[in-house]
């Protein structure tokens, strides 16, 4: 793949073989991203990153115009790193993915065949946080095994503000061709009036929250979550914790049931209609306290952690926090890192139930349409992790006001 040339970039892969024989939709990351950890790319390692791309480019854009794009929009570039026992920050950024998020008028331009890829005007480009028209596939150079780190890029841009928006490439090479129709793209999609032939074009599902993905009326074999919001949830949350907890790592029930289940917000995670995973959030005046992930242990070849984990970040998002803060198991700290967590500076080692644990914290944004005052009011008084649906006390709005508990 190109980036950034003088006609639309080739979305495709480069040099690799390893192509993927799924949708974009069924990649699986816990598996095809296990070893890989997704970054932004650090303006300070522009040059070393693109330029080893360069040998497989002739007429690479210029770093200097790499480095304008993702400070204007830090989410433009990703990088891939090969995860190894090595301190974290040691490791060596390789391959990147890079995509543009446009604006209306920027998706209308390429639609037209009139966007310049070669050096991308800001002003049709959203700013981070800002939600896209379409997001333009700029470029991905993933050689070798690094292929499997767009699993973990797709989970990235399945977060607001990109969740839902659908994806497009202008492939100019039979192998950038068979790349995009192996992932599900389609050609010639029609974006408002125009038929763009010359573009493929992705659809994403509507837009459902991770934290509020199960419907327990519609039978699927995906894995699934949701929020426990009655006593029956509560008990399926508390049956995966026993077999997990005290059944497999010997937590006396005291010391797993603790006393703040019922001051906390508990999700499920679903095989089908079986639970088979949990993780409970603790809300503070300044950060939320992920806490108690589970995933039964013959339902853990899949996703679901990951599912799990991503969901319960989205409900902080939701709610406004901007700093998560967790105890790992030193055994875990990898896995908890894949998502943005790092160890506190200076902070404590733990010794409880019979693990050692380590601080760590994680930097969030905010979700976009994060509750706070000022918005819909009636949003703030929908079901909890329900505020993308209208809720029962709106549709109560339409009876006239009759203050029936003042009498006549």
């Known amino acids: 793949m190109r980036l950034a040339l003088k006609k639309p970039v ?3 892969v480069e040099p690799s073989p390893r192509t993927s024989r799924h949708r974009l939709s069924d990649l699986n990351s816990s598996r095809l991203g296990k070893h890989l950890l997704l970054n932004r790319l650090d303006p300070t390692q522009v040059d070393e990153v693109v330029d080893e791309a360069r040998p497989h480019f002739p007429g690479l854009t210029s770093n200097e115009i790499v480095r304008k794009i ?5 989410d433009c570039v990703w990088t ?28 209308e331009l390429l639609a037209q065949g009139q966007f310049n890829a070669a050096d991308p005007n800001l002003s049709l480009i959203c700013r981070q946080g800002e939600r896209p028209a379409g997001i333009y596939m700029w470029a991905v150079y993933l ?26 490439s202008q492939p100019n090479t039979p192998a950038g061709v068979r790349f995009n129709q192996s992932l599900g793209f389609k050609q010639g999609p029609k974006i408002g009036p125009v038929w763009a032939r010359h573009l493929y074009e992705y659809i ?21 979550v949701t929020i426990a919001r009655t006593l029956e949830d509560f008990m399926r949350v508390s049956a995966v914790r026993s077999s997990v907890y005290v059944g497999e790592q010997g937590c006396p029930y005291e010391e797993e049931f603790d006393g703040n289940d019922l001051m906390a917000t508990h999700l499920i995670g679903y095989a089908g209609r079986e639970p088979v995973g949990c993780i409970r959030i603790r809300y503070f005046a300044d950060f939320a306290k992920i806490e108690r992930l589970a995933v039964r242990k013959e339902y853990r070849t899949g996703r679901l952690a990951f599912q799990l984990v991503h969901a319960a970040i989205e409900l902080c998002r939701m709610k406004g926090y901007r700093q998560l803060y967790g105890h790992a198991q030193k055994r ?44 819909n009011p009636y949003k703030v008084i929908r079901p909890e992790g329900k505020w993308h649906l209208p809720g029962v006390l709106e549709a109560s709005a339409s009876r006239k006001v009759t203050h029936p508990s003042l009498g006549n």
Not at 70 to 74: A, L
Not at 204 to 224: G, I, N, Q
Not at 353 to 370: G, L, Q, R, T
């Open 10 to 12: 080739d979305f495709a």
């Open 70 to 74: 993702i400070g204007y929009n830090p």
């Open 80 to 107: 891939l790193i090969r995860r190894r026992k090595a301190q974290l920050s040691d490791l060596k950024a390789h391959g990147f993915i890079a995509m543009l998020p446009l604006t209306a008028q920027g998706l």
């Open 143 to 168: 050689p070798g095994l690094l292929v499997g780190g767009f699993s973990l890029f797709i989970d990235q841009i399945s977060r607001a503000p990109y969740d839902g928006v659908n994806l497009y």
């Open 204 to 224: 994403r599902s509507p837009v459902v929250p991770l934290y509020d993905s199960y419907d327990e009326k519609v039978f699927s074999d995906a894995s699934c």
């Open 332 to 375: 875990l700290v990898h896995f908890w890192s894949r998502f943005g967590f790092k160890i506190l500076e200076g902070g404590e080692e733990l010794v409880f139930s019979d693990f050692d644990y380590v601080e760590m914290v994680a930097k969030i944004e905010p979700h976009p349409d994060a509750i706070r005052i000022g918005v």
